[in-house]
């Protein structure tokens, strides 16, 4: 082992070492922090200075996209003029690992007169920030992994995994389901799969290979050509979908020389699945409401490769494995 794999070893076992000790600190104060922000009908204020307030800038990210408005205001920016985002009843996550910063210190007190909200504080304990606090959360004082102990790494970490678990907890108590999570998040790989249907998806309209029961065999042909998806879906008198034909269907009926020409398409269905020499042909129907995610799971489960989509059992449009997994599901 190297010197530099066997250092950065013993810095990670530090960061596990730093996550027991902070988990140490968690008291009843965590409980009313969650009851705090849970039931805010304001926005949370997340502030901090240097990097404190680049983990508070992500604690404020994480907040907004589990359900909680949060915004993060700089503390000396907040004193020359950001105050205005405080409202009335708003509370506030004020981070620091010392607690000693006059910045935020002001801004917090600032902070209570404007708004009359919460003020909670992640620091060491016994800070001069958390004595101005309503509620006071706690990292433990621990060495940072530098050999100076200047540069804030334990300090970040172990404010960020609180920061982490009050927000998740928030969520919890709220109740937030999964798709609500992917409504703040529409265009990640999260808000894909839980809200985009098949609707969204689809092959429908002209583009749609439809045919009859009643074509006859080179209509079907020139439809499954033409339309370039390897298949034609078939309709009864009604309108209503009666199955499918694919291209392979017609090229074993001709391998077994069927008299493909004579033969109108409800034949041509018929025949195509008559023996025990032939593959069973089983392609799924679907709502326009099924989720897009459902559908890819279907695919994969009966081992096919499109599904109907259906609405009052005519078929509206088809939906291939190949266009949902283009669509990054």
């Not at 901090?48 to 205001?73: D, E, H, I, N, P």
């Not at 919460?118 to 309503?134: A, F, H, N, W, Y």
């Amino acid at each position: 082992m190297s010197r530099d794999e066997e250092q950065a070893k013993q810095m990670l076992q530090v960061y596990a070492n730093a996550m027991l000790s902070t988990s140490s600190e968690l008291n009843s104060e965590f409980g009313r922090a969650v009851d705090a922000v849970s039931s805010l009908s304001s926005i949370l204020v997340v502030t901090g200075l240097g990097k404190s307030g680049l983990v508070g800038q992500k604690a404020a990210a994480t907040f907004s996209s589990t359900g909680t408005r949060a915004a993060f205001v700089h503390p000396v920016e907040a004193l020359h003029g950001d105050l205005g985002i405080v409202e009335k009843g708003a509370a506030m996550l004020a981070i620091s690992k010392s607690g000693g910063n006059e910045e935020t210190i002001e801004f917090a007190r600032q902070f209570k007169q404007v708004s009359a909200g919460t003020v909670i504080t992640l620091t060491e304990p016994d800070s001069r920030l958390e004595k101005i606090s309503d509620i006071a959360l706690h990292i433990p004082h621990l060495p940072e992994i530098d050999e100076w102990n200047l540069a804030p790494t334990t300090s970040s970490i172990t404010s960020m995994s609180v920061c982490d678990v009050l927000a998740i907890c928030v969520q919890r108590r709220k109740g937030l389901t999964a798709e609500d999570f992917a409504q703040f998040h529409p265009h990640g790989t999260l808000g894909r799969r839980l809200l985009l249907q098949v609707r969204d998806l689809m092959i429908t309209g002209d583009a749609l290979p439809l045919r009859s029961l009643s074509s006859s065999s080179s209509e079907l042909i020139y439809e499954i050509s033409s339309k370039g998806l390897g298949l034609v879906l078939l309709i009864d008198e009604a309108g209503d979908y009666f199955g499918l034909l694919t291209d392979g269907d017609i090229r074993r009926l001709m391998e077994r020389s069927e008299p493909i020409a004579e033969l109108d398409a409800r034949a041509c269905f018929s025949l195509s699945r008559r023996g025990t020499d032939l593959p069973s042909v089983t392609h799924g129907s679907a709502s326009p409401e099924t989720k897009a995610i459902e559908c890819l799971e279907q695919m994969q489960r009966d081992r096919i490769t499109s599904i109907v989509i259906l609405e009052d059992k005519r078929p509206l449009g088809l939906v291939r494995m190949q266009d949902l997994v283009a669509a990054g599901l």
